[in-house]
């Protein structure tokens, strides 16, 4: 077995060609606090490839945090369309576009019962929303990676979306709320991951998740913590933390059907006084090894082990500059002209 550091230090562990590192970009819940972005996770893998599952907001500043070439990444899946699931958009597109992206960007998401709630429709709007941003760049930056190629996959079967590179993606059906969300396999290296986005307890996560090697599913605060922690009166508590998201004990159950290597329990506020009694609920049912997630989380996954470990990172940090040398050609393109009374006003005339 291999040993690693008690901390994980970004760019300093090169994976092994058999291993797969999943890190918690985002474990909390739909608004933001320092200690926890919303949802998104960051799958590497030995072969090269780099996957994000969800990317809510604040995710994007830990993923930066880590040091990766944006050029790295190989594609960005939505599990569905609550803005703590998909809030970033504009970070992973433009971002990563300014960053040192030189390709266009891949995004990959599920459709719904109506055209209106489908991932094509919220890309196609994110992107004319941005068209200000997007346009006022012709011309001084690399046009190569403003482009976006969108793959929309039908939500209600289960079925293998992305398949390269030795490299299997299943979605199958998760029930939250409406129709449209998904949860996530990845099979690559006879390794398997497994993340449930938002669900309540399903056969669709039993059935698919059997035997995985890591199983990360949501678990929202108990009932109680929701009425004396987060203010809600108890019908909105019970509505969102059993009917809309799974409570941990029923969360547990599924943990038990599924008996994965490693269970991660994310989506709650994970504080000192809220754990102990979410993991006691997780375990009226799941007695095996678990992982109650926190950002910046780093699991090595290989066949002989699962190591979990915290990341050390700065708070400081620039693109990585390692994979520019597309970004670097000259822009195409001319720049769009300001109106001529802004540009006299110029101190120093540059139009």
Request: aromatic letters at 12%; a negative charge.
């Amino acid at each position: 077995m291999s040993s690693y550091r008690e901390h994980y230090f970004p760019n300093t562990e090169p994976l092994r060609a058999d291993e797969m590192r999943i890190t918690a970009l985002g474990t909390g819940r739909p608004f933001l606090r320092p200690a926890q972005a919303n949802a998104g996770w960051l799958i590497e893998l030995g072969n090269g490839d780099r996957f994000m599952f969800d990317f809510g907001f604040g995710t994007q500043s830990n993923f930066g945090a880590l040091e990766i070439p944006y050029q790295a990444m190989t594609a960005y899946f939505a599990t569905h369309l609550h803005t703590d699931h998909v809030g970033e958009f504009a970070q992973i597109w433009i971002g990563s576009w300014l960053g040192g992206r030189s390709v266009p960007l891949e995004v990959y998401g599920p459709s719904s019962n109506q055209p209106q709630f489908g991932f094509a429709h919220f890309i196609q709007k994110q992107r004319e929303s941005y068209a200000w941003d997007t346009e006022t760049r012709r011309g001084t930056a690399n046009m190569l990676g403003a482009d976006v190629n969108v793959h929309e996959f039908d939500y209600s079967k289960v079925h293998v979306i992305y398949e390269k590179n030795g490299v299997k993606i299943t979605s199958f059906p998760a029930v939250h709320i409406y129709d449209g969300p998904v949860s996530l396999k990845l099979e690559w290296n006879g390794l398997c991951f497994v993340y449930s986005g938002d669900t309540t307890p399903s056969h669709f996560m039993i059935e698919n998740g059997k035997g995985a090697d890591v199983l990360v599913h949501e678990t929202f605060n108990t009932v109680k913590q929701l009425i004396e922690r987060s203010g809600y009166p108890e019908r909105m508590a019970r509505a969102v933390g059993t009917v809309a998201h799974s409570d941990p004990a029923e969360a547990g159950k599924v943990l038990a059907e599924c008996n994965p290597r490693l269970a991660v329990a994310f989506h709650f506020f994970n504080d000192f006084d809220t754990a102990p009694e979410i993991e006691a609920a997780i375990r009226t049912h799941y007695k095996g090894p678990l992982a109650l997630a926190k950002d910046m989380m780093v699991f090595n996954v290989t066949k002989e082990q699962i190591v979990t470990r915290m990341a050390v990172t700065s708070s400081h940090v620039w693109p990585n500059k390692e994979l520019h040398g597309d970004f670097r050609k000259a822009p195409v393109g001319k720049p769009m002209q300001m109106s001529r009374w802004l540009a006299d006003k110029q101190v120093f005339p540059k139009f």
